[in-house]
């Protein structure tokens, strides 16, 4: 937070819970880099790391929520502050749901390489959509740590070039399913791994649209992508 407060209690408990989404943003991309490393060599350590990690972003996301409900008990926060607050749950809500979907995505894995996917499906393909989500992620964080707006309006615009990969790869392998049907169950695999991926970008936007809400009070969760960059500015 860039004010300051009569109480400095209060502004190092707002820092606290700043520090601490950070972290459990750190591990929610770092979980996501494991994930795409597991697809990309069909790892299986790999992808049981992943799951085994699942239970410390949800039990992160509790720690949080608790500290959020003890200051808003304690300081009765008004304004921007309660504002700040009410961005950061929902901010946490979205960390912990990528990391619903990371560890989705490491099941998926899983199931890939007990059933022995075809080589010629195109789950390199993939790992180019799942890097993209990882720096969109990376970028929300970042924007998230400076309370960067413009930085902000740039991840919403991104989300569109995920979901086009995402529409694109579901073209691709309903072509496959129908030339061979041998590659439908693999292909679904990789259908819900691309679906996860893009749910990944889905909430690095939805991150970035309550910093916006921090910075300029605005809700532009349903404002239309050429007109958030003027409510941001």
Do not use: W
């Amino acid at each position: 937070m860039s004010d300051k407060h009569l109480s400095s209690q209060f502004d190092a408990e707002l820092n606290s819970i700043s520090t601490h989404v950070l972290e459990m943003g750190g591990l929610v991309e770092s979980q996501l880099h494991q994930a795409v490393y597991a697809l990309g060599n069909m790892s299986l350590e790999s992808a049981l790391q992943v799951e085994e990690n699942e239970n410390r972003i949800n039990q992160m996301e509790l720690s949080i929520d608790h500290e959020i409900i003890s200051t808003i008990g304690r300081r009765q926060p008004t304004a921007r502050d309660l504002r700040f607050l009410m961005a950061i749950s929902r901010t946490t809500q979205n960390l912990e749901r990528a990391g619903d979907e990371v560890a989705r995505m490491a099941r998926m894995v899983k199931s890939i390489i007990g059933n022995g996917t075809p080589r010629n499906l195109p789950i390199s393909e993939l790992r180019l959509a799942a890097d993209l989500a990882a720096a969109l992620l990376r970028k929300s964080l970042d924007s998230f740590a400076r309370l960067d707006t413009q930085m902000a309006v740039s991840i919403i615009k991104a989300d569109d070039q995920i979901d086009e990969e995402y529409n694109g790869f579901l073209r691709k392998l309903i072509t496959y399913m129908m030339e061979d049907p041998r590659t439908i169950s693999p292909s679904l695999d990789l259908l819900f791994l691309a679906k996860s991926i893009e749910r990944i970008g889905d909430h690095a936007k939805n991150i970035a649209e309550q910093i916006i809400f921090i910075v300029k009070g605005e809700d532009v969760r349903h404002t239309p992508v050429d007109k958030v960059e003027s409510v941001a500015g």
